[in-house]
Nanobody, 114 residues
Framework: QAQFVESGGGLVQPGGSLELSCAYSGSSFNMFTMAWYRQTPGNQREWVASISRGGSTNHKDFVRGRFTISKDNAKKMGYLQMNSLKAEDTAVYYC????????WGQGTQVTVSS
């Protein structure tokens, strides 16, 4: 069974919003930095944002001010609130622990198009 299950993607117009969710089925969710990544066909996965064990966040420059990463340790759930979406944000979004990578989930497709 996949340890990460991403959800919440969909089709949205430019300027719209989506909230992605990342459910983790393993143990010790609270002990790891959690990160969101995205990937488009033919390209490598790229890091988007991360949140540390202590709640410190970092966001890629091109999403800073638009996306917000968060987590709920009790629920073993990560989130990515995406606002002011652009066509360039279209990708499959994944979550993982960058310091201790697990098998990748299926990701969730975000399509920004008018």
């Amino acid at each position: 069974q996949a340890q990460f299950v991403e959800s919440g993607g969909g089709l949205v117009q430019p300027g719209g919003s989506l909230e992605l969710s990342c459910a983790y089925s393993g143990s010790s969710f609270n002990m790891f930095t959690m990160a969101w990544y995205r990937q488009t066909p033919g390209n490598q996965r790229e890091w988007v944002a991360s949140i540390s064990r202590g709640g410190s966040t970092n966001h890629k420059d091109f999403v800073r001010g638009r996306f917000t990463i968060s987590k709920d340790n009790a629920k073993k759930m990560g989130y990515l609130q995406m606002n002011s979406l652009k066509a360039e944000d279209t990708a499959v979004y994944y979550c993982n622990f960058p310091d201790s990578l697990r098998p990748w989930g299926q990701g969730t497709q975000v399509t920004v198009s008018s």
